[in-house]
T-cell receptor, first 115, second 113 residues
Framework: IAGITQAPTSQILAAGRRMTLRCTQD?????MYWYRQDLGLGLRLIHY???????GKGEVPDGYSVSRANTDDFPLTLASAVPSQTSVYFC??????????????FGPGTRLTVL | AQKITQTQPGMFVQEKEAVTLDCTYD???????LFWYKQPSSGEMIFLIY??????QNATEGRYSLNFQKARKSANLVISASQLGDSAMYFC??????????FGKGTMLLVSP
């Protein structure tokens, strides 16, 4: 079982370019999340999805969009990247069916640098 | 809105000693979950331990225990018998709306021989 995979592992991107970070989970979790991690700020929620077909905004959604066409995939798109989006991006998933602890399990992260 | 505060930017401990990492939280929710994650230098986020707000006993997972004091709104992580491999960044987090997590800024733990 792979758990959660993210691609790419790292990327250097020119400002203004469009970029999609991929996230796939094989645990059949209903909920998925995107966080960004910046030095000294911990992890902050960008977007989330409680189930396929639904998404919601987190603490720092501006400049990002997501889609959830199926249970397994939750891509994050930067429509026009800016240097302030330089960060490490983590995808996570959880079984938030209400019968468990909602523990989130994280992917390995994508390190994105916008120049 | 939830808030997590970790007041210790860094902690030092000698191998085989116990260490407590502090975490206080603020929420108006009656039902919530508290989590600790470990992030080693390799960067991955590793789930360590979970405490539900209605759990009467403190959670334990091997060498990790969560000292949950609901009235004080604290959820400190205790690591017993520290090992060199425990050197990492540790994050306290709590569930918010729709099972999303609010994280603290983390505590860097260094274990010395």
């Amino acid at each position: 079982i792979a758990g959660i995979t993210q691609a790419p592992t790292s990327q250097i991107l020119a400002a203004g370019r469009r970029m999609t970070l991929r996230c796939t989970q094989d645990m059949r979790h209903n909920a998925m999340y995107w966080y960004r991690q910046d030095l000294g700020l911990g992890l902050r929620l960008i977007h989330y999805s409680n189930t396929a077909g639904t998404t919601g905004k987190g603490e720092v959604p501006d400049g990002y969009s997501v889609s959830r066409a199926n249970t397994d995939d939750f891509p994050l798109t930067l429509a026009s990247a800016v240097p302030s989006q330089t960060s490490v991006y983590f995808c996570a998933s959880s079984d938030s069916s209400g019968e468990g602890s909602d523990t989130q399990y994280f992917g390995p992260g994508t390190r994105l640098t916008v120049l | 809105a939830q808030k997590i505060t970790q007041t210790q930017p860094g902690m030092f401990v000698q191998e085989k000693e116990a260490v407590t990492l502090d975490c206080t939280y603020d929420t108006s929710d009656q039902s919530y979950g508290l989590f600790w994650y470990k992030q080693p230098s390799s960067g991955e986020m590793i789930f360590l331990i979970y405490q539900g707000s209605y759990d009467e006993q403190n959670a334990t997972e091997g060498r990790y225990s969560l000292n949950f004091q609901k009235a004080r709104k604290s959820a400190n992580l205790v690591i017993s018998a520290s090992q060199l491999g425990d050197s990492a960044m540790y994050f306290c987090a709590m569930t918010g709306g729709y099972s999303t997590l609010t994280f603290g800024k983390g505590t860097m733990l260094l274990v010395s021989p």
